[in-house]
């Protein structure tokens, strides 16, 4: 299904990316416990606001944190940004070649592509999560957090951005050039993205964001013991098509010489 | 293993396009025995690297079929690639990795050991010290090095390789020269496409030429050059008469006229030499030069020749370029040519003795 000597590979040449961007993630996710504990007081009892998060409360907080805009930046870039240019890349740089010329179908090259945006997923949902367990003792508010929910939390985070990896790679088997299977990719999440934060403070958009796939994505009913599975479900239906898609159309794509 | 055939085609096409109005490659019957060092001649566009990327599987073919070492190029293309060495042009690599680390993780790709690095490395001048350098680092001969190593080392039964003395000095295009010599005497086939004419003719012992994605030439390089008109200069007492009329003689000029006698220059076909030389001879024949025929000349042929035009121009610009710069293109090959006719090529020279007059 996959070649062990690629992946290596394939993570050899992200290390510096997975490094830094996990280490970044860490120091991010640990600000948020220490933010609530900072404004806990201040904001306690206080309506929320439409469209505002809710730092009332720890698993709130954390919530916030997980689908904030530079959250969602981090998380694209270790996850969907591993695998968006992995076919496209190789085919724009003239290595591509070289790789299809050694005994491996193009369905195990994809795959192999494919579970490094899948482990990057992984990594990034754990190392958020390493981050808000460092947070919470950093703040003292361990007594709060629900650790018994923190591996479907993990779960669901690696899910949710496992799916973006498998678009990217479905866009990238698509194309020869980066420039656009990264277009449609970061279109893609963004407007997903936006759908959700415009439906959340205005009516009009409001009965619409259940067609963002954010919208599904609730960090703070999961750390609070509501798991809903549809929104597995919902999130391992796109990743099978987007797959599906990818192996379809990459071994039958025609690759002529890169110019 | 001799009589076996490495690479078939038949019939192979390769068209792009909704409607496939752009011809790749058309009816391409390519046969390759085991063993062979065959050449693969044509311009850019002409669709080799179209066919050895049909052969590979990384093109689709429209129809006609393709086998490499009796597998379906369509079916069993990963085992093809198990057995088969190949360097692409315009050989690109992962800049982070040094030359080491990139070969050996082609080579542990391709699940092969390496059996012949130490050999390829020595002749091509490769050291330790430079593998352990960043390719990032390498120059354009250098990493078209590894390139020839990565695609030799794993001693595959069949080598495929498109330009391969691309970015190569003349010094180490005859160290790959003598490699793929080697390979074919331990009896590998290599299949490669070049733009250097002399190398082809100096190794291969067949050569196809494709151009405007058709197959125009398929054969040994001796009866390629064989019938290639010969081009003489002649030097003899009296005005020439009949020469221009014998039949296979073209192009008579005469070139200088002076106290010693008349310097003809004309070309001639290989079977009308004899007729012309009796026929120079009744005119008091005193010096007499005829040139080897080259494959360049071969190949040009096929270039220059109006007949060949179906198709290809409006395809393939690079080829309408050939075609509209022919005479610029022809005037310096053909000077360059002479220059090194003069040294290397074979030359018949004949004096006839004055009792034979």
């Known amino acids: 299904m996959i070649n062990l000597i690629l992946f290596r590979r394939l993570i050899r040449g992200h290390r510096i990316r997975l490094a830094v961007g996990l280490a970044v993630v860490v120091i991010w996710s640990l600000l948020f416990p220490v933010i609530y504990k900072a404004f806990q007081d201040s904001i306690a009892g206080k309506p929320i606001p439409p469209g505002a998060g809710n730092f009332s409360t720890l698993a709130g907080t954390i919530s916030v944190g997980f689908i904030h805009p530079i959250s969602i930046a981090l998380f694209g870039i270790l996850s969907a940004g591993l695998t968006v240019g992995a076919l496209s890349g190789e085919r724009q740089r003239g290595t591509l070649e070289l790789l299809l010329s050694r005994p491996l179908s193009r369905r195990k090259i994809l795959l192999t592509m494919l579970l490094e945006g899948w482990v990057g997923a992984a990594f990034v949902s754990l190392a958020y999560i390493i981050g808000t367990i460092l947070g919470t003792q950093i703040a003292g508010v361990t007594d709060q957090l629900a650790f018994e929910q923190l591996p479907i939390l993990w779960a669901y985070g690696a899910l949710f951005w496992g799916m973006f990896a498998t678009i990217a790679i479905a866009t990238t088997s698509s194309f020869d050039n980066t420039a656009p299977s990264m277009a449609i990719t970061v279109s893609f999440i963004m407007a997903n993205y936006i759908i959700e934060v415009i439906g959340s403070f205005w009516d009009v958009v409001e009965p619409y964001q259940y067609l963002s796939l954010f919208n599904h994505f609730s960090p703070v009913d999961l750390l609070n013991g509501t798991v809903d599975s549809s929104a597995a479900l919902l999130f391992g239906i796109v990743a099978v098509l987007a797959a599906g898609w990818a192996l379809y159309i990459f071994p039958r794509r025609d690759l002529a010489a890169p110019n | ?357």
């Open chain 2, 1 to 357: 293993m001799p009589n076996e055939v490495a690479i078939q085609t038949r019939a192979l096409t390769k068209h792009y396009g909704r409607t496939g109005e752009i011809k790749a490659l058309t009816a391409i019957d390519l046969e390759i025995k085991a063993g062979e060092l065959f050449g693969f001649l044509g311009p850019n566009g002409a669709g080799k690297s179209t066919t050895i990327r049909t052969l590979l599987g990384f093109l689709h073919p429209s129809s006609g079929s393709a086998s490499v070492l009796g597998l379906d190029v369509v079916k069993d293309s990963v085992e093809i690639r198990r057995r088969v060495g190949y360097l692409p042009s315009g050989f690109a690599v992962y800049d982070y990795m040094s030359g080491r680390e990139y070969l050996d993780h082609m080579r542990d790709l391709s699940g092969r050991p390496s059996l012949l690095r130490h050999r390829v490395m020595e002749a091509l001048e490769l050291s330790d010290a430079i593998l352990k350098r960043p390719v990032r680092d390498y120059s354009r001969g250098m990493r078209q090095k590894i390139g020839v190593v990565q695609a030799l080392e794993t001693d595959p039964e069949l080598l495929i390789l498109d330009e391969p003395s691309e970015g190569l000095d003349p010094l180490m295009q005859r160290s790959l020269q003598e490699l793929l010599l080697e390979r074919v005497a331990a009896g590998r086939t290599v299949f490669f496409s070049s733009h250097l004419i002399s190398e082809v003719e100096r190794i291969c012992s067949r050569v196809a030429i494709v151009r405007g994605g058709r197959l125009v030439a398929l054969e040994t390089v001796e009866s390629l050059v064989r019938f290639q008109r010969r081009r003489v200069d002649a030097l003899v007492a009296k005005k020439p008469s009949r020469i221009a009329s014998t039949a296979g003689v073209f192009g008579v000029k005469i070139a200088a006229e002076g106290k010693i006698g008349y310097r003809i220059n004309c070309e001639a076909e290989s079977s009308a030499v004899p007729k012309l030389i009796a026929r120079l001879q009744t005119s008091g024949l005193r010096d007499l030069l005829i040139e080897a025929a080259s494959l360049e000349e071969a190949f040009m042929s096929y270039y220059g020749d109006a007949r060949h035009t179906s198709g290809a121009v409006q395809v393939f610009p690079e080829v309408a370029e050939v075609k509209r710069a022919k005479p610029t293109t022809v005037a310096r090959r053909t000077a360059k040519r002479a220059a090194a006719t003069k040294r290397s090529a074979p030359k018949r020279r004949a004096t006839p003795k004055r009792g034979s007059r």
